[in-house]
T-cell receptor
């Protein structure tokens, strides 16, 4: 079974530029998560989708971050404009859990995208 | 609101000695609890999970954890540390009633001395 795929693996941009990350979850997984992991900290949830609907985006800085999962499969996360404090690893994860059917609650993570803003 | 506290940010052990990583959670619901491991420049890998079945959970690589509801704890142990266990470990809590949002602790970095 293929895992969660993310690209690119690394990205270096200047502040005020824009950047986009892509994620393809495990086939059939309804729930998709984007996490931000700043060096030395635990991952923080940015946004959670179930199919193409948003479940939780309470910690997403909406003035500069956006995310979409239009067809309920792959997803993109965008930052525009980037700030120095956005330097972090951006992790995508998926799980088979749904509100209606329950299912397994564990999430499977991709390798992440390491973003450096200079 | 759900939260997770990992009581030690760093743990140093000698190879062949026991490892104990401590985790406490807070919640109003019955939790699912997980331990993930992150090796340098690698993705997060699930070590084990608790989802309301047996309170003593066995995972990969000889790790196990015990769920204690009265203490709201889910400590991770391994009888004998190996050099390959050097990594960062995260305790994670989620609640089906809250949509299965996964909340991470701050992490514990494990150093294994030869």
């Amino acid at each position: 079974e293929a895992g969660v795929a993310q690209s690119p693996r690394y990205k270096i941009i200047e502040k005020r530029q824009s950047v986009a990350f892509w994620c393809n979850p495990i086939s059939g997984h309804a729930t998709l998560y984007w996490y931000q992991q700043i060096l030395g900290q635990g991952p923080k949830l940015l946004i959670q989708f179930q199919n193409n609907g948003v479940v939780d985006d309470s910690q997403l800085p909406k003035d500069r971050f956006s995310a979409e999962r239009l067809k309920g499969v792959d997803s993109t996360l965008k930052i525009q404009p980037a700030k120095l404090e956005d330097s972090a690893v951006y992790l995508c994860a998926s799980s088979s859990f749904t509100f209606r059917q329950g299912g397994n609650t564990e999430a499977f993570f991709g390798q992440g995208t390491r973003l450096t803003v200079v | 609101a759900q939260s997770v506290t990992q009581l030690d940010s760093h743990v140093s052990v000698s190879e062949g000695t026991p490892v104990l990583l401590r985790c406490n959670y807070s919640s109003s619901y019955s939790p699912s609890l997980f331990w993930y491991v992150q090796h340098p420049n690698k993705g997060l890998q699930l070590l084990l999970k608790y989802t309301s079945a047996a309170t003593l959970v066995k995972g990969i690589n000889g790790f196990e954890a015990e769920f204690k509801k009265s203490e709201t704890s889910f400590h991770l142990t391994k009888p004998s540390a190996h050099m390959s266990d050097a990594a960062e470990y995260f305790c994670v809590v989620s609640f089906k009633a809250a949509g299965n949002k996964l909340t991470f602790g701050g992490g514990t970095r494990v150093l294994v001395k030869p």
